[in-house]
């Protein structure tokens, strides 16, 4: 595992009232849980500016890592980053209709620059597909110019009426990638690759599983021709769209005008696709792991994946065990662990373990002089409630199999998670009498008149039609009209 520098040491300046107790049940209340273990992890706070939230440094430690990992796949398969404006002109927006309608309602206006109002309304940006569209027709005049493959890390602006920290927010950060192909199968196959990149580090490192598939047309990005997500299941049953892959096909060329020669000398509109995560994969990461005792963060993407806690009560004391704790920690950073020494005087043992649970420390090393004197520490793994002796010497090798292993079993427990609160569902009745229960399998007549009808009626929403399911005809659950397949309906966020 990668080393980085530390954060910090959490809690500094805090009160001891912060407490962990503080932190409401997930059986009692989900959605006050989630947000007391964001606050109370000191991850993200809310601003002045209603809907706005302020990224903590321990959240967006969380969040470089995710970067970090992030651009590293997106760079191995050839992409580069670049960035465009903020400010969209409104004359761009309104060249393709359907995208200008589908973000109508959350676009944020800029009408006046310092004492004048402008000639020309600015849309502060909702996404990038006009700007990059305007740009590419500038760029793009032959065959040899293809293909573009350009990542942006950048904020937008989505006007939020019900805005939740990290879920939806009006600004938050993410990634969009723009490309430009010469041929539809090139657009496909890199629609399908960068779904893929999703898949993978949502299950790699995030050890978040998540189901792969095509979105309805209903719930399709506006302006594009196919949808493809990754939806993952929280906690409390419900599903979180963590990432889209969008295949524009000419869409975008023929509004802008994005032409190319090519080899045989024609004209010829270029093939899009666009894809993004945001900081909403912190969100999906507190509520697939998390539990009662605070955050819970998989190894891979901790910011504190080891901390030593030094006991005792006296500088004699403490003193040798501050020596050896200091050399445990150069050995585990030079193992690529990012480790924390603890050597905070004004605060006892017992509200540091508390703290160190509340704000996901993988594995908590505790070091006090009689350890020195065995040659031993005890060690506790964040997601078990076991503790264990290990001997000095055998800390660092035992350090990183530990957070091997909490990686796994947070997949593994998340993953049977979601195998057990899964169904088929064959009528209107069991529709909804499981509607609160997880991902339903239903057949669907593929109609948005019905889709409609079922998100009005039960609360439920298609999430995606997965890849890996074995289409087979049926009957609509509502209708009874024919269907192809089963889709996933969910409530979701």
Same mark, same amino acid.
């Given at each position: 595992?990668?080393? !980085?520098?530390?954060?910090?040491?959490?809690?500094?300046?805090?009160?001891?009232?912060? %407490?962990?107790?503080?932190?409401?049940?997930?059986?009692? =209340? %989900?959605?006050?849980?989630?947000?007391?273990?964001?606050?109370?992890?000191?991850?993200?706070?809310?601003?002045?500016?209603?809907? @706005?939230?302020?990224?903590?440094?321990?959240?967006?430690?969380?969040?470089?890592?995710?970067?970090?990992?992030?651009?590293? #796949?997106?760079?191995?398969?050839?992409?580069?980053?670049?960035?465009?404006?903020?400010?969209?002109?409104?004359?761009?927006?309104?060249?393709?209709?359907?995208?200008?309608?589908? %973000?109508?309602?959350?676009?944020?206006?800029?009408?006046?620059?310092?004492?004048?109002?402008?000639?020309?309304?600015?849309? /502060?940006?909702?996404?990038?597909?006009?700007?990059?569209?305007?740009?590419?027709?500038?760029?793009?005049? *032959?065959?040899?110019?293809?293909?573009?493959?350009?990542?942006?890390?950048?904020? /937008?602006? #989505?006007?939020?009426?019900?805005?939740?920290?990290?879920?939806?927010?009006?600004?938050?950060?993410?990634?969009?990638?723009?490309? @430009?192909?010469?041929?539809?199968?090139?657009?496909?196959?890199?629609?399908?690759?960068?779904?893929? @990149?999703?898949? #993978?580090?949502?299950?790699?490192?995030?050890?978040?599983?998540?189901?792969?598939?095509?979105?309805?047309? *209903?719930?399709?990005?506006?302006?594009?021709?196919?949808?493809?997500?990754?939806?993952?299941?929280?906690?409390?049953?419900?599903?979180?769209?963590?990432?889209?892959?969008?295949?524009?096909?000419?869409?975008?060329?023929?509004?802008?005008?994005?032409?190319?020669?090519?080899?045989?000398? !024609? +004209?010829?509109?270029?093939?899009?696709?666009?894809?993004?995560?945001?900081?909403?994969?912190?969100?999906?990461?507190?509520?697939?792991?998390?539990?009662?005792?605070?955050?819970?963060?998989?190894?891979?993407?901790?910011?504190?994946? @080891?901390?030593?806690?030094?006991?005792?009560?006296?500088?004699?004391?403490?003193?040798?065990?501050?020596?050896?704790?200091?050399?445990?920690?150069?050995?585990?950073?030079?193992?690529?662990?990012?480790?924390?020494?603890?050597?905070?005087?004004?605060?006892?043992?017992?509200?540091?373990?508390?703290?160190?649970?509340?704000?996901?420390?993988?594995?908590?090393?505790?070091?006090?002089?009689?350890?020195?004197?065995?040659?031993?520490?005890?060690?506790?793994?964040?997601? /078990?409630?076991? +503790?264990?002796?290990?001997?000095? =010497?055998?800390?660092?090798?035992?350090?990183?199999?530990?957070?091997?292993?909490?990686?796994?079993?947070?997949?593994?427990?998340?993953?049977?998670?979601?195998?057990?609160?899964?169904?088929?569902?064959?009528?209107?009745?069991?529709?909804?009498?499981?509607?609160?229960?997880?991902?339903?399998?239903?057949?669907?007549?593929?109609?948005?008149?019905?889709?409609?009808?079922?998100? =009005?009626?039960?609360?439920?929403?298609? #999430?995606?039609?997965? %890849?890996?399911? +074995? !289409?087979?005809?049926?009957?609509? /659950?509502?209708?009874?009209?024919?269907?192809?397949?089963?889709?996933?309906?969910?409530?979701?966020?």
């Amino acid at each position: 595992m990668n080393q !980085q520098a530390n954060p910090g040491k959490p809690g500094k300046g805090n009160k001891p009232d912060a %407490f962990v107790t503080e932190i409401t049940p997930r059986s009692e =209340d %989900f959605s006050k849980w989630y947000l007391d273990v964001v606050k109370r992890a000191e991850l993200a706070d809310y601003s002045p500016v209603k809907g @706005c939230m302020v990224i903590r440094p321990y959240g967006y430690a969380i969040w470089e890592h995710i970067q970090r990992l992030l651009d590293a #796949r997106f760079k191995a398969t050839g992409h580069v980053n670049a960035y465009f404006p903020l400010f969209i002109p409104e004359s761009l927006l309104m060249k393709e209709k359907e995208h200008v309608d589908g %973000f109508a309602p959350q676009v944020a206006w800029v009408t006046r620059g310092g004492d004048e109002d402008l000639e020309e309304k600015l849309i /502060v940006r909702p996404t990038s597909e006009v700007m990059v569209g305007t740009m590419y027709s500038k760029w793009v005049k *032959s065959w040899r110019d293809l293909p573009i493959l350009i990542n942006q890390w950048a904020n /937008v602006i #989505r006007w939020e009426m019900r805005p939740r920290l990290f879920l939806r927010t009006t600004e938050f950060l993410w990634q969009e990638g723009h490309t @430009c192909h010469a041929t539809e199968a090139e657009a496909t196959e890199e629609t399908l690759k960068m779904l893929d @990149c999703y898949e #993978r580090f949502a299950e790699d490192y995030m050890a978040m599983p998540v189901i792969k598939g095509q979105k309805t047309e *209903s719930e399709k990005f506006p302006g594009a021709v196919n949808t493809y997500s990754i939806e993952a299941m929280m906690q409390d049953k419900k599903a979180l769209q963590a990432g889209t892959s969008h295949m524009l096909g000419q869409n975008f060329a023929k509004m802008f005008d994005t032409m190319y020669q090519s080899k045989e000398g !024609q +004209k010829e509109y270029v093939w899009q696709t666009s894809w993004g995560v945001s900081t909403r994969l912190i969100g999906a990461l507190i509520m697939t792991h998390s539990d009662d005792q605070g955050l819970v963060v998989p190894p891979k993407l901790a910011p504190m994946q @080891c901390v030593i806690v030094i006991i005792g009560k006296t500088p004699e004391e403490r003193g040798p065990v501050r020596a050896k704790a200091q050399a445990l920690a150069a050995d585990l950073k030079k193992a690529g662990i990012r480790v924390l020494v603890d050597d905070d005087e004004t605060k006892g043992p017992g509200f540091k373990y508390a703290e160190y649970e509340l704000r996901g420390a993988c594995v908590r090393v505790d070091l006090g002089p009689k350890d020195l004197e065995k040659n031993q520490a005890m060690l506790k793994r964040r997601d /078990v409630t076991e +503790k264990e002796t290990v001997g000095i =010497d055998a800390i660092v090798g035992r350090v990183g199999e530990l957070l091997e292993l909490m990686q796994k079993d947070l997949f593994q427990k998340a993953k049977d998670f979601r195998a057990a609160h899964t169904f088929e569902v064959n009528s209107a009745e069991e529709l909804k009498a499981k509607a609160d229960d997880g991902f339903l399998l239903a057949h669907w007549d593929g109609t948005p008149e019905t889709e409609k009808r079922i998100k =009005d009626e039960f609360g439920l929403t298609t #999430r995606n039609r997965p %890849f890996d399911l +074995k !289409q087979e005809p049926g009957k609509c /659950v509502l209708t009874g009209n024919p269907s192809t397949g089963r889709i996933v309906f969910s409530r979701a966020y």
